[in-house]
């Protein structure tokens, strides 16, 4: 079931109202029944995958909490983790696996391998099981408190607001919110829909908006030149900023009016000064969980220097790979973690041109060169993100280089890639709209906070404007194909 | 904030919210023939004798009002496009409950296939129109494909993206419902000229789809139920012989059941339809055959139903059907004038005592010729002024109070402002634009020659904007 579905529009308000009408004791069953249901809409088979990692790694919870010997711990840690991971290899990585073995079968003149599993890949397989693993490994470390009761173990894993795309709960976070009980809350439920608006904005209205464009031209890409690939990288990079961003804010928003505190995914990642810092911002509850349960586990960086740098290539290598069984996607692990290694390799080339040249470090001017560099370096990657092959994505980035014609900028060029002058303008409009709130983020300031503040009339303005400009400005119905949220299939 | 302040804070915003969005779906959503069913809901209560249903062969097919004129016989035409027999049904149910006619006319032209309707945008056309109510949700739930139910139900969710395609009458249908003056027939002027058809033996038949048996038996239940007189029809256009087939089936199963039928395409000749001027496309009638079918209409209305001279009638409120009909008469003559393309013809047309008429011309261009002049004399124009060809020049005629601005200037140029027929009139001419506002909206189509804008002071709307070229070439917008 897609968040923006009017299937999901009927189901929401059920769930909501039945979860705060029934008694609190049954509530958790009741989110657990709403939240298979809203999973099964796309594969109920699926289901069963996912009741597989849930059994797997409560059990682990149990055994690890029954053993007494730290290895026996560990073997609890290994199985879980070598069984959910197995899952996870076999659905997403098995086809990709023999694809490559073959290559190098067949320059050695070798036998192929034919076994094609030849199946859509769950959805949110990555999401639920990186979840559900992050509970091993708390249970292991004594971070979290043993759950017995499976019920409501399977809701934590499958809770259906963050289940197919995030965030990426922990265990600490999530688990111990299961006991609360929750009040209806005007305030909270107010909050929470303004923030599921704000997610519907960026979806419908910016995300699904730039994707024309960038599908126009990404699918075509042999035909284009350098200044509309540049273009549709820019808008990718808004589209897959909005598209990811908005789901999780419908989520955390969802689960707001329930009572439930999700994690914040997103913190204006593109005012990044540094792609390490891009990193701290983006997909927040993704990083975190590599950080903690790979990064830190491998020495992190209190290790020799080349340590570090074979760490932090290890975690965006498999980062990479998460997102999807395609070299594009290791490849752009492989930058965002090079880029990484190399401002740090260079650290003292940089502060000497600084002390140098005496560049003062506190200046605005300053640190807008480095958000910009960042912003341009973050793009150069999503280039290897969106391509469809290898081959495509450095054809793209020589394009952009090396043909970048100037005047089709103005020429009207920008409105023949499958959005109307109009719809341009409403496009750049609304990533106006998306900077101006990204500033008050990044100053710290909550709008919606601010908001409640302001007298009834502006805020009922604001909400009904915010409504209007979704229904009326967003990209939906029919001759639209309800594009999925691209993380879905990661 | 005490909660129940909260609460009834919450309510007050979920209603606004809730109006907001109804009034901003009614702005986006298409006004496509809505002045049909909107003229039909205003009609006082239970005052039809006869509604017309079916597709747009009807839509466009009869002139109700002129079975008022000849007959007296109060009738209304609720065709929608693209409309087959399972949503003809709901209209007409539609129709009988609201008015209660004793006859519906139902066009057949649809019982040539399956009713099955899978083109949504005919959907669209056939279902938006009918009010929300038990009808409107039947229709959906009998008549549209089950994929389409939440987009015809909420049409928002397709029209929502209108946004940068919106006009004056999308904010004018806010504010007022739109007015048929037609009684809700679609005139389509134009012609397409065709020989007459080629017509089947009568008895000839071929088997009808099944849906459309079920539905044709459900509409002559309907009647039977609602003792309303179910009259069945085929309106005349270039049918093929395998439609003619099956009309004759469809006629058979219904004089069967004891029903009534017309089929037009055996009354070509008697009704003196003449093909190659009173057709507007293969398909559909353009008024001048309309009028020929609702003559035959009226008469078998009258003579063969029975149906009595309403405006006999003291119970009647004749002054209304006689005030439509004067504004129907209006409107047939603006479609007469809109769809003449002779200098001469047109010049004549407008000389009609309900009629403004406003000429700017752009200067610079040769003299006009001689027919215009005399026109142009004829409406009280002293054409001395017109003759210094690089003056600017303008005109105001009321033409039942005569000339309002005669106006020739020797000056880059030339503006003036009247109020005439209720509205403000501003004329500009000068070289490079001519330019006639009517309440300050532009409606001179402004090209280098004459411009003239003819507004109707009983419709209280401009009927026609032209430019007549130096070579007597009449140009529309």
């Known amino acids: 079931m897609l968040f923006n579905s009017i299937d999901f529009l009927i189901f929401f308000p059920i769930v909501t109202l039945v979860y705060f009408v029934i008694p609190h004791r049954i509530r958790y069953i009741w989110l657990l029944v709403a939240s298979y249901y809203f999973y099964m809409c796309w594969n109920p088979k699926y289901a069963l995958l996912m009741a597989t990692s849930t059994l797997i790694t409560w059990a682990s919870g149990l055994l690890i909490g029954a053993s007494s010997s730290k290895k026996t711990k560990k073997l609890w840690v290994a199985l879980s983790f070598i069984s959910n991971l197995g899952i996870l290899f076999f659905f997403k990585y098995f086809d990709f696996a023999v694809e490559n073995i073959n290559r190098v079968l067949q320059t050695a003149g070798f036998t192929l391998l034919n076994p094609k599993f030849d199946v859509i890949l769950p959805v949110g397989i990555s999401f639920y099981t990186f979840q559900a693993l992050s509970y091993t490994m708390d249970a292991y470390r004594g971070d979290v408190e043993i759950e017995k009761n499976p019920l409501r173990y399977a809701l934590f894993v499958s809770f259906f607001p963050q289940l197919v795309a995030g965030p990426i709960e922990r265990s600490t976070n999530l688990l111990s919110q299961l006991y609360e009980k929750h009040t209806f809350q005007l305030d909270q439920v107010r909050s929470g829909l303004a923030l599921m608006l704000w997610g519907y904005f960026q979806k419908l209205v910016i995300a699904d908006r730039v994707a024309i464009l960038v599908n126009t031209v990404y699918n075509d890409w042999s035909h284009q030149t350098g200044v509309t690939l540049a273009v549709a990288t820019l808008f990718f990079a808004i589209q897959i900023y909005c598209d990811f961003g908005s789901y999780s804010n419908i989520a955390v928003g969802a689960a707001q009016v329930m009572g439930f505190r999700l994690m914040d995914n997103f913190n204006t990642p593109y005012f990044a000064d540094s792609v390490a810092d891009f990193w701290r911002r983006w997909h927040i509850s993704l990083s975190t969980w590599f950080r903690d349960y790979l990064y830190f586990p491998l020495g992190g960086s209190r290790c020799s220097r080349w340590k570090r740098y074979r760490n932090v290539m290890i975690v965006f290598l498999a980062s990479g790979l998460w997102h999807g069984a395609n070299w594009t996607y290791v490849l752009w692990g492989f930058f965002n973690g090079i880029f990484q290694v190399l401002g740090m390799m260079l650290k003292p080339v940089r502060d000497w041109g600084v002390r140098v040249l005496k560049i003062d470090r506190t200046t605005f001017s300053h640190k807008l060169l480095k958000v910009i560099v960042t912003f341009f370096l973050i793009n150069f990657t999503w280039i290897f993100f969106r391509a469809d092959s290898l081959e495509a994505a450095f054809a793209i980035v020589d394009r952009i280089f090396f043909h970048f014609y100037p005047w089709m900028l103005f020429d009207g060029t920008l409105y023949q890639l499958g959005l109307s002058a109009a719809e341009f303008h409403v496009a750049v409009l609304s990533i106006l709209v998306l900077f101006v709130a990204g500033i008050f983020k990044y100053k710290g300031i909550c709008i919606r906070e601010e908001l409640m503040k302001q007298g009834t009339w502006l805020r009922w303005l604001i909400y009904i404007l915010g409504v209007l400009a979704v229904l009326n400005l967003g990209v939906y119905g029919p001759g639209f194909d309800a594009s999925q949220f691209i993380y879905f299939q990661f | ?477």
């Not at chain 2, 509409?219 to 049918?239: N, Q, S």
């Not at chain 2, 037009?264 to 339809?273: A, K, N, P, Q, S």
């Open chain 2, 1 to 477: 904030m005490g909660k129940i302040k909260k609460w009834i804070l919450a309510a007050a915003f979920l209603v606004i919210l809730g109006t907001v969005i109804l009034v901003n779906n009614r702005i986006l959503e298409q006004k496509y023939s809505k002045d049909v069913m909107a003229g039909f809901y205003d009609l006082p209560e239970d005052s039809l004798d006869v509604v017309f249903a079916g597709s747009s062969h009807m839509l466009n097919g009869v002139l109700p009002l002129n079975l008022w004129k000849d007959f007296g016989i109060r009738a209304y035409n609720i065709g929608q496009h693209g409309q087959r027999l399972n949503m003809t049904y709901y209209y007409i149910k539609e129709a009988i409950e609201k008015q209660a006619p004793q006859a519906v006319v139902v066009d057949l032209y649809y019982a040539m296939e399956a009713q099955t309707n899978n083109d949504i945008a005919n959907l669209h056309k056939s279902i938006d129109n009918l009010a929300l109510g038990k009808n409107k949700l039947a229709a959906i739930k009998n008549a549209v494909p089950s994929e389409y139910w939440w987009e015809v139900f909420y049409n928002a969710y397709l029209y929502h993206s209108r946004w940068d395609e919106l006009e004056e009458e999308d904010f004018t249908y806010l504010t007022k419902d739109p007015l048929s003056v037609t009684g809700g027939t679609e005139m389509r002027w134009g012609n397409v000229e065709f020989e007459q058809p080629h017509v089947i033996e009568s008895g000839t038949t071929a088997v009808l789809e099944e849906d459309t048996i079920y539905w044709l038996n459900q509409i002559i239940e309907l009647g039977k139920d609602t003792d309303t007189t179910i009259i069945f029809t085929v309106l005349p256009y270039i049918a093929s012989d395998e439609a003619q087939a099956k009309y004759n089936e469809a006629g058979r199963l219904i004089e069967q059941a004891g029903g009534n039928f017309v089929n037009f395409m055996y009354l070509v000749d008697e009704i003196g339809l003449e093909c190659s001027t009173d057709m507007y496309d293969s398909e559909h009638l353009n008024p001048y055959g309309a009028k020929k079918v609702t003559e035959y209409l009226g008469w078998y209305l009258s003579s063969v139903q029975g149906f009595p001279d309403q405006r006999e009638n003291h119970d009647v409120d004749r002054e209304y059907w006689d005030r439509l009909l004067l504004l129907f008469e209006r409107k047939y003559k603006a479609g007469e004038i809109s769809n003449m393309y002779a200098v001469d013809d047109f010049l004549s047309a407008i000389q009609d005592e309900n009629y403004i008429v406003a000429i700017a011309i752009w200067p610079d261009q040769s003299l006009p010729g001689e027919n215009i002049l005399n026109s142009f004399r004829q409406m009280g124009i002293n054409i001395d002024g017109l003759a210094q060809r690089s003056n600017q020049y303008a005109a105001l005629i009321d033409m039942g109070e005569g000339v309002l601005v005669d106006q020739t200037e020797n000056s880059s140029m030339l503006r003036v402002t009247k109020e005439a027929g209720g509205v403000s009139w501003q004329l500009t001419s000068q070289a490079g634009q001519t330019s006639i506002m009517v309440d300050l909206q532009e409606k001179a189509v402004n090209k280098s020659s004459m411009n003239i804008v003819v507004y109707d002071k009983i419709l209280g709307d401009v009927i026609d904007s032209v430019s007549i070229s130096d070579l007597q070439e009449m140009t529309r917008e």
